[in-house]
């Protein structure tokens, strides 16, 4: 299945935008591909543009989407580049039972709480479905509705910690992060790295 490279982008509010496509403020031809480059950019021009899918409160995607120019204050933490899967065509591997998709995404309350999120209109028709009584939720609908990455893949991911100035390699450093009280972060995805 053919996917695209994103960032998820986590901002100092605690919003989280994904999938998000980050551009040097002059020049938004160029998508940058690179965290090391987007790490560049950002501290030697102090901005960059972000450009996600935007949804609305019900999971529906909304026409155009959201491009904005951030100043580096504005963020806390870049993660990437993910692999970004299209709702539609998705292969047998894509597709999880609820209890599965909380344990790979760490989610407190296992199933139920996906279901829950079913029953309020969190996900798309073409993010889950019952198959012989099963609830199936699919790996886009994941990353959409809770993280682009899975609680495993914290690991093995790079992560530009913003404010910190740093880009995290190893989980040693990631967790030494997490420890540190002035990363937002720390505090609102701490659960994600613990394994």
Same mark, same amino acid.
Request: proline share 5%.
């Given at each position: ?7 998820? !982008? ?27 480059? /987007? ?7 102090? +901005? ?20 904005? /120019? ?21 292969? !047998? ?22 279901? +829950? ?12 479905? +019952? ?5 199936? !939720? ?10 682009? !990455? ?11 910690? /913003? ?27 701490? +659960?994600?790295?613990?394994?």
């Amino acid at each position: 299945m053919e996917h695209l490279l994103c960032f998820q !982008v986590i901002l100092a509010n605690g919003e989280r935008l994904w999938p998000a496509s980050i551009f040097p403020a002059r020049n938004e031809r160029a998508a940058l591909t690179d965290l090391q480059a /987007v790490r560049e950019f950002l501290e030697r021009e102090g +901005k960059v543009v972000i450009s996600v899918i935007a949804y609305d409160v019900h999971g529906e995607r909304l026409q155009g989407g959201h491009k904005r /120019v951030y100043a580096q204050h504005e963020l806390s933490m870049i993660q990437g580049p993910i692999p970004s899967y299209p709702p539609h065509g998705i292969s !047998v591997n894509e597709v999880f039972g609820l209890s599965e998709a909380a344990r790979l995404w760490g989610i407190e309350g296992g199933g139920a709480t996906i279901r +829950k999120a079913l029953e309020r209109g969190e996900f798309n028709p073409s993010e889950i479905r +019952k198959s012989d009584g099963i609830l199936l !939720v699919t790996f886009s609908g994941m990353q959409r509705r809770y993280n682009a !990455v899975m609680k495993n893949q914290w690991r093995e991911l790079h992560t530009y910690i /913003v404010p910190e100035g740093a880009i995290l390699e190893d989980t040693e450093n990631l967790l030494r992060s997490l420890n540190n009280p002035l990363s937002s972060f720390a505090r609102r995805h701490r +659960k994600a790295a613990e394994v």
